[in-house]
């Protein structure tokens, strides 16, 4: 059990006190988040030590650095390092700027913090205490928080609507990047399931040919369905603040467009596939054409650079 771990007790109480100011939203909070996860995966790497028998004491009685922890944590679990190393790092930067330049913190990066440390802390109550974040945040943390949360897995995931995702007030911008990531997983969970790999195509790109070559073409979805990429590009990149409205507009064209996603055939899926692999501009799939390209052959799913065309003689 965590919970006998002192360092680890106290380590849950502050990541507590992070998802509650991350749904507080606003800079302050914002800031006291960053704050509390720094210190959350510092005394979580520690407790794990403690319990693997591994000194977190200098010799003037002062613990060990989080940097420090998180190298002897690696060599405890025989890993050359652990696996959310670069990003723990990039978090403890994040935590220093704040302390000693005042440095904000914009939504974007929030997040992007709070799944790094989703992801590290279950990985060390699961190696250092057999337990589960998922369900101690059920077990301990107020239900009106964790909804708010998108990296807490709610019970209707696997039937989510990026609307239903996008459903927490913490910010217009979390709300967008909430409902996307709910889209990706379910446009690439498709791509992924074909014959071939797809790690050249554009989601995008597909999904406009898919739509473009279906018996009756959903016309106005291929026209919004640009902006919606754009809207990520833009909010991801820190360029612009979405706003409810365009959030709303967002979310109801992906849940359109995973409507028509599951109307597509599988045959038409592929050809949308590889034409996109291909590199075929526009969006018109002509079956010969497509169905002939090596990549997408069924196989092992390797995809297999073009053939090289040999050069033609020169003419004397």
């Given at each position: 059990m965590p919970q006998r771990s002192p360092i680890m007790r106290f380590a849950l109480e502050?990541?507590?006190h992070a998802l509650e100011n991350y749904v507080g939203g606003g800079p302050k909070k914002r800031k006291m988040t960053v704050l509390?996860?720094?210190?959350?995966?510092?005394?979580?790497?520690?407790?794990?030590?403690v319990e693997a028998n591994e000194p977190i004491f200098e010799k003037n009685r002062h613990t060990i650095s989080a940097h420090e922890a998180f190298q002897r944590l690696a060599q405890v679990w025989n890993l050359?390092?652990?696996p959310t190393l670069a990003r723990l790092e990039l978090l403890i930067d994040e935590r220093n700027?704040?302390?000693h330049r005042y440095g904000p913190v914009d939504d974007v990066t929030l997040d992007y913090h709070m799944q790094t440390v989703f992801d590290t802390l279950d990985n060390l109550l699961r190696r250092g205490f057999d337990a589960e974040l998922q369900q101690w945040i059920k077990d301990n943390v107020s239900k009106d928080i964790w909804q708010k949360i998108r990296f807490v897995r709610q019970a209707e995931d696997l039937t989510r609507t990026p609307s239903a995702a996008a459903l927490n007030d913490v910010s217009p911008t979390v709300a967008f990047i909430a409902g996307f990531s709910q889209f990706e997983r379910?446009?690439?969970?498709?791509?992924?399931s074909g014959p071939t790999t797809t790690g050249r195509a554009s989601s995008l790109d597909v999904l406009l040919k898919a739509f473009a070559n279906l018996a009756e073409s959903p016309q106005a979805l291929i026209k919004a369905l640009p902006e919606v990429y754009r809207l990520r590009n833009r909010v991801i990149h820190g360029e612009h603040e979405a706003t409810k409205e365009?959030?709303?507009?967002?979310?109801?064209?992906?849940?359109?467009a995973l409507k028509a996603l599951a109307e597509v055939p599988e045959e038409l899926w592929r050809r949308a596939l590889c034409a996109s692999m291909k590199g075929t501009r526009g969006t018109t799939l002509p079956a010969e054409?497509?169905?002939?390209?090596?990549?997408c052959e069924p196989g092992d799913g390797s995809v297999q650079p073009p053939p090289v065309k040999p050069a033609e003689p020169e003419q004397e």
């Open positions: 502050v990541f507590e509390n996860l720094a210190q959350v995966v510092e005394l979580a790497a520690k407790a794990v030590l050359a390092r652990l700027t704040i302390q379910e446009v690439l969970a498709r791509m992924r365009a959030v709303q507009k967002a979310v109801t064209t992906m849940d359109h054409e497509i169905s002939s390209l090596d990549p």
